[in-house]
């Protein structure tokens, strides 16, 4: 399968762990978005790289919240000192970064915190 | 905001085509229109997109009209497996940089029955 992978797909802590969540996107996609969604919502941007740098941050991002793509391939979310608030399916969205752009979704990480 | 308006909820007979509408009357000349669909529990899953001239693919059809202010998308033998939440969005291709993150408005859920 040559899709969007998302690791892990589920995750349940405790409230004030960290959390960190990986994203591998479809190969060869320059352009990489994450998207939280809680229940009975449509997804929320959350931020986009192009390539290894980050060019957007959606104010839903907090503090807490750190993402990174250091080879500009696989990226990582972050959650720090999670708060039950957070809990959330997280999606993962690749694109090429040409022409209409079309993205395409991993399956997502479902975070429950307690 | 999203920039589009749809009807909460659907019904549709298994076998029978599906036609769900989209409003987008504040559309610019350079967005697209973006179909996606969402199982329950799932990632989005990209379905068909369009910028002027009416799509088809082994998915479903898209219909935008003349004028560009609305899109019907067109499931043409609806099964149970089609069941979902179907999103349509607006927005800009990768050539005008502006990082082309979907917003996500409420969707609507299409429900097949047999």
């Known amino acids: 399968d040559t899709g969007v992978s998302q690791d892990p797909r589920h995750k349940i802590t405790k409230r004030g762990q960290n959390v960190t969540f990986r994203c591998d996107p479809i190969?060869?996609?320059?352009?990489l978005y994450w998207y939280r969604q809680t229940l009975g919502q449509g997804p929320e941007f959350l931020t986009y790289?192009?390539?290894?740098?980050?060019?957007?941050k959606s104010r839903l991002l907090s503090d807490r919240f750190s993402a990174e793509r250091p080879k500009g391939s696989f990226s990582t979310l972050e959650i720090q000192r999670t708060e039950q608030g957070d809990s959330a399916m997280y999606l993962c969205?690749?694109?090429?970064?040409?022409?209409?752009?079309?993205?395409?979704f991993g399956p997502g990480t479902r975070l429950t915190v307690l | 905001d999203a920039k589009t308006t749809q009807p909460p909820s659907m019904d549709c007979a298994e076998g029978r085509a599906a036609n769900l509408p989209c409003n987008h009357s504040t559309i610019s000349g350079n967005e697209y229109v973006y179909w996606y669909r969402q199982i329950h529990s799932q990632g989005p899953q990209y379905i068909i997109h369009g910028l002027k001239n009416n799509e088809t693919n082994e998915m479903a059809s898209l219909i935008i009209t003349e004028d560009r202010k609305s899109s019907t998308l067109i499931l043409p033998h609806a099964t149970l497996r089609d069941t979902a939440v179907y999103y349509c969005i607006v927005r800009v291709g990768a050539r005008d940089n502006q990082g082309g993150k979907l917003i996500f408005g409420q969707g609507t859920e299409l429900s097949v029955k047999p």
């Open positions: 790289f192009q390539n290894e740098a980050q060019l957007e």
């Open positions: 190969s060869e996609h320059n352009r």
């Open positions: 969205a690749s694109s090429l970064g040409l022409g209409a752009d079309t993205q395409y």
